[in-house]
């Protein structure tokens, strides 16, 4: 079984600050990693992905995150926050094997202070 | 690629009526999801297609709710009758079949039941 633990719902920075959103995963086979992003009134969008080889991906937008399998972390980071980074970011996690449903957390809304 | 594309964006009706919402996923794509959104519950799958087949329904929160893809490239999700706490976003999003692919989401459906 898999899910996705998003820690704090709500996370505020300010701008220029580094951002870092909290995802950790459960999966009984290797996973596939995601998170997307969502603008108000919108649907999600790919951030980026992680599938095999190297653990720390790059997205859009200056965003990256690393696959630490010892912890079962997906976090994502950007080292300067733009007021244009506010949105509500889901990560979502997938079986290597099987179907490709994703199973998603609960969000993270993040608000950039100007 | 005109991505998912999704109708009507916003519907807005009485408890009792029929609602059909539709969803034209990207061409090439095999599979298909229904996802439902509210502040309450977060992004919940309701069903999902592989093929036009419905592989996995569970989601479905009860009869009055169903489900269609006759053809590639289109899909239905129908809400007989409605009611007041089936407000929500509904989205549909598409991919293909495989674990690595992400999913593409239209802007959604904002239903609400009055």
């Known amino acids: 079984a898999q899910s996705v633990t998003q820690l704090g719902s709500h996370v505020s920075v300010s701008e220029g600050a580094l951002v870092l959103l909290r995802c950790n995963y459960s999966?009984?086979?290797?996973?596939?990693l995601f998170w997307y992003v969502q603008y108000p009134n919108q649907g999600l969008q790919l951030l980026l992905k992680y599938t095999t080889g190297a653990t720390l991906v790059k997205g859009i937008n200056g965003f990256e995150a690393e696959f630490k399998k010892s912890e079962t972390s997906f976090h994502l980071t950007k080292p300067s926050a733009h007021m244009s980074d506010a949105a509500e970011y889901f990560c979502?996690?997938?079986?290597?094997?099987?179907?490709?449903?994703?199973?998603f957390g609960t969000g993270t809304r993040l608000t950039v202070i100007p | 690629d005109a991505g998912v594309i999704q109708s009507p964006r916003h519907e807005v009706t009485e408890m009792g009526q029929e609602v059909t919402l539709r969803c034209k996923p990207i061409?090439?794509?095999?599979?298909l999801f229904w996802y439902r959104q509210t502040m309450m519950r977060g992004l919940e799958l309701l069903i999902y297609?592989?093929?036009?087949?419905?592989?996995?329904d569970s989601g479905m929160p009860e009869d009055r709710f169903s489900a269609k893809m006759p053809n590639a490239s289109f899909s239905t999700l129908k809400i007989q009758p409605s009611e007041p706490r089936d407000s929500a976003v509904y989205f549909c999003a598409s991919s293909l079949s495989r674990g690595n692919s992400p999913l593409h989401f239209g802007n959604g459906t904002r239903l609400t039941v009055t």
């Open positions: 999966s009984s086979v290797p996973p596939y």
């Open positions: 979502a996690v997938s079986e290597q094997t099987g179907a490709n449903n994703l199973f």
């Open positions: 061409s090439g794509h095999n599979s």
């Open positions: 297609f592989n093929n036009n087949v419905p592989i996995d």
